[in-house]
């Protein structure tokens, strides 16, 4: 899918998408890199685990 991607990090995270959003969850990956300009990946994964009321201590994130 992504034959020319380089990571830009150093590790992953993974969720799971029904797919019929497949294509949604593509385009958001090829824009992840300018995403995080604007967004932290703190921030996103923190608002991630808020929305769906997932406990988490903020101590184990990065």
Request: charged share 30%; net charge negative.
């Amino acid at each position: 899918m992504f034959p020319d991607f380089k990571a830009w990090q150093v590790g992953y995270g993974a969720f799971t998408y029904s797919i019929s959003d497949k294509d949604k969850l593509v385009e958001y990956v090829k824009n992840q890199e300018a995403h995080h300009h604007i967004k932290t990946f703190n921030e996103e994964l923190i608002e991630l685990l808020n929305e769906h009321h997932i406990e988490f201590d903020e101590k184990y994130m990065m």
